[in-house]
């Protein structure tokens, strides 16, 4: 086998994912933290309720509260029950004297069906729509926040939490709370109906549930351990299927012979987690068994304080009877309140992560200003523009100066990472500078709104988007309303840019579906998806077009191709093309040749060719390597 890993050794590059950070935080919370959490976190869920539905939130309150005051009219039909029945007399008697509390009894059992169904139904509409709402609020705040945001590690780390966590936290929360405050309402009802029969009910009431509450808790915490300590475990045990199960990873692992190695992995972090679980299960066995030890001599101190109010005639026989059905409400109500409470403390934690990524998307995220870029700028003015990427240590753009004008094309050329990209993403309007200004016809570009900017400008792409959309919409989304009788102007930047033949190619031509992650659908190579952007960023049909090497993947022919429609297109439209190619760069009526994130010199490809040895040197090798004989003249 090729692969030389011992087995057992830990995977070093993987930790903890980042959405899985307060598992420390919810182990170590106790009772009092966790109910001191609680109206934070029902607070956050019922605004985000409140605005998905407020028909569902305030239909389900009101079903809740019915269904508590109905419990506690039940019980104190049911004293009437037994009062009547435990008194002197012939039976027939007693149960017509029993008969009206009886119809209370039975009248609170299906007011309470109805109201418990109506908190169900309200629940199932909700959660899905607060759900979507937040996805959507996610889904809107990464769709305006600057791009320069995209470069900061924290920002990756903010989204994953959010994405992941932030949003089963909302979807569970929403469930959690209904929970809580269903179950809230039942136990005040209970345990008030309880004080009014007898005020020692209450601490009796009390005592009964007590050992549950802690061994319910206990048993939850545990289970999160369980979670939070294999969580790693657990995700090296997936990657490995995921390498197994991807397309990606299929042909390596087979020409490699990397299934035993995988299968031994898998088998590894399987037997770790199945190790954990056997322990979890004995632990929470322990701990059930000494709940329910502590829970009989709680209730027996209950049933003999019960027994002594009986004894010493405090309580009648039939409010002892009623006390022992509230004690089996009031657990029924607690345990269910204490587990929610428990699962909301740690879902809050999450959904207080996605609500700082709002606060920090919006931070990041350029308020409209009510301006617009000038369309199809005469003259386009950097002045003294630098630029620097988050935590760089250098700028990748320092002092730069250039005037375009309109119908001009423009070539950047220079070395690897010298600052064309990043240059022509400004003058896209995609970044801001740190220094200095861009300006259309003297409107400074960071005073306008981005997508003013945006409507002038195509892009072609270093690495272009591999959308998985159909060829159509992969083509049209920069401009998916263009006015397009008989598909003229698709076909006509299909044939510009050489899209025609791959299309040609596709079982359902421009509807084909372009990622086979879904039935029928197809995968491109390099130089095809290359060819669909050319096209894409023809048929926005805008003033200015930036082509970043527009034609690195395309074979000779389609170079050629492509190079020619650039040419006819550009009549009145202003070009900026970064290529590596100088043969391509020098028809450009000027050219900038960059260094180190400056502008070393700029002119036009004759006037480079005498003045800038550096230009020059870069330009002969290129021209010798398609030379039978590399001799060093041009
Ligand atoms: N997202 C980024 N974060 C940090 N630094 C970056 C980022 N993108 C580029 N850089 C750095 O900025 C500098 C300029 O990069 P840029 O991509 O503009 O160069 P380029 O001239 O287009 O290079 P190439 O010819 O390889 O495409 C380089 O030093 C690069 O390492």
Redesign the pocket.
Same mark, same amino acid.
């Given at each position: 086998m090729a692969m030389k890993t011992k087995p057992g050794a830990p995977l070093a590059e993987l930790s903890a994912p980042v959405w899985f950070g307060h598992a420390d935080q919810v182990i170590r919370a106790n009772l009092w933290q966790l109910l001191r959490a609680l109206p934070r976190a029902m607070g956050l869920v019922a605004r985000t309720a409140w605005r998905a539905d407020r028909a569902a939130v305030a239909l389900g309150f009101a079903a809740q509260v019915v269904s508590g005051l109905v419990t506690a009219v039940g019980l104190l039909a049911v004293t009437g029950v037994l009062t009547s029945l435990f008194v002197a007399g012939p039976t027939p008697e007693r149960l017509v004297a029993a008969a009206p509390s009886l119809a209370v009894l039975a009248a609170a059992y299906a007011v309470r069906g109805v109201a418990d169904t109506v908190v169900s139904g309200a629940t199932l509409r909700l959660r899905p729509k607060v759900r979507h709402r937040v996805e959507r609020d996610l889904a809107e705040s990464m769709s305006r926040i600057d791009l320069i945001t995209f /470069?900061e590690p924290d920002f990756h780390d903010a989204l994953e939490r959010s994405r992941h966590a932030g949003m089963d936290a909302v979807d569970s929360a929403t469930h959690q709370a209904i929970v809580v405050v269903g179950g809230l309402i039942a136990l005040a009802a209970t345990a008030a109906t309880a004080a009014l029969l007898h005020p020692l009910l209450l601490p009796v009431l009390l005592l009964s549930v007590a050992p549950e509450t802690w061994a319910t808790l206990r048993t939850a915490r545990l289970e999160y351990e369980f979670v939070a300590t294999t969580i790693e475990t657990r995700r090296r045990r997936s990657l490995t299927t995921d390498l197994l199960a991807h397309k990606e990873s299929a042909a390596e692992v087979r020409v490699f012979g990397a299934q035993p190695f995988l299968l031994a992995e898998h088998d590894r972090h399987s037997r770790v987690m199945e190790d954990a679980q056997i322990a979890l299960g004995a632990r929470q066995t322990r701990v059930a068994l000494l709940g329910r030890g502590l829970s009989g001599v709680g209730i027996g101190l209950a049933y003999a304080t019960l027994g002594w109010l009986l004894y010493t005639g405090a309580t009648p026989l039939a409010v002892a009877g009623a006390a022992l059905l509230a004690i089996r409400t009031v657990r029924a109500s607690l345990t269910q309140v204490v587990l929610a409470a428990n699962r909301m403390f740690e879902k809050s934690l999450y959904i207080s992560d996605l609500l700082a990524f709002f606060a920090h998307a919006e931070s990041r995220t350029r308020q409209p200003t009510g301006r617009t870029a000038p369309a199809d700028p005469e003259v386009i003015a950097v002045r003294g523009v630098s630029f620097g990427?988050?935590? =760089?240590a #250098?700028p =990748?753009l320092a002092d730069i100066d250039l005037t375009i004008r309109r119908g001009q094309v423009i070539a950047l050329v &220079? +070395?690897?990472?010298? &600052? #064309?990209?990043?240059?022509a993403k400004l003058l896209a309007g995609l970044y801001q500078p740190s220094e200095g200004s861009i300006a259309w016809d003297g409107v400074d570009l960071t005073t306008v709104d981005a997508p003013s900017v945006a409507n002038n400008v195509a892009v072609v792409m270093?690495e272009p988007t591999r959308w998985p959309l159909t060829a159509r919409h992969t083509v049209t989304l920069g401009q998916p309303d263009r006015w397009d009788p008989d598909d003229h102007y698709l076909s006509q930047v299909a044939r510009d840019s050489g899209a025609d033949t791959v299309v040609t190619t596709l079982t359902h031509g421009w509807d084909s579906l372009l990622t086979t992650r879904f039935r029928d659908g197809h995968d491109l190579s390099g130089g095809q998806w290359q060819r669909l952007s050319v096209a894409r960023a023809l048929y926005r049909d805008a003033p200015i077009l930036i082509c /970043? +090497?527009p034609t690195a993947a395309l074979d000779a022919r389609a170079e050629a191709a492509v190079y020619e429609s650039l040419r006819t297109l550009q009549s009145g439209r202003t070009v900026i093309l970064?290529t590596?190619r100088l043969a391509s760069a020098r028809h450009a009526d000027l050219i900038v040749v960059?260094h180190q &994130?400056r502008i070393l010199q700029t002119g036009t490809h004759t006037h480079l060719l005498a003045t800038n040895p550096h230009y020059a040197d870069l330009y002969t090798l290129q021209a010798n390597s398609y030379r039978d004989d590399p001799s060093p003249s041009i």
């Open positions: /470069d990427y988050p935590g =760089a #250098k =990748a &220079g +070395e690897n990472g010298s &600052g #064309k990209s990043t240059l270093q /970043d +090497e970064i590596h960059m &994130g």
